[in-house]
Nanobody
Framework: QLQLVESGGGLVQAGGSLRLSCAAS????????MGWFRQAPGKEREFVAA????????YYADSVKGRFAISRDNTKNMVYLQMNNLQPEDTAVYYC?????????????????WGQGTQVTVST
């Protein structure tokens, strides 16, 4: 089992920034690709960003490209999502997830382990 715990969410004004963290424990973290997803009320959970096990390959949804940055530190079993220039449409619960077979990095079914989520609210 791999346990994932997100932190760093909160309430910010449009144009502000937040840094989300995801702490992993229970298994060898460095062998997993990691992803960030988000879900707004009444909407489907959607892909935000992903990073390969080594950190050498990164993927972003078009809606966040240029504003968000995913990174990982395998020595600390941590993955991060730096979110800049936040907009009201970014308001959602953000989840981190892990996969050992990330052939389809943007699909929810690719991921085997999920955190409980952290709320991000962006006000005008």
């Amino acid at each position: 089992q791999l346990q994932l715990v997100e932190s760093g969410g909160g309430l910010v004004q449009a144009g502000g920034s937040l840094r989300l963290s995801c702490a992993a424990s229970g298994r060898t973290f460095s062998t997993y690709a990691m992803g960030w997803f988000r879900q707004a009320p009444g909407k489907e959970r959607e892909f935000v960003a992903a990073i390969s096990w080594s950190g050498g390959t990164k993927y972003y949804a078009d809606s966040v490209k240029g504003r968000f940055a995913i990174s990982r530190d395998n020595t600390k079993n941590m993955v991060y999502l730096q979110m800049n220039n936040l907009q009201p449409e970014d308001t959602a619960v953000y989840y981190c997830a892990a996969s050992q077979d990330p052939a389809y990095f943007s699909r929810l079914a690719t991921y085997d382990y999920w955190g409980q989520g952290t709320q991000v609210t962006v006000s005008t």
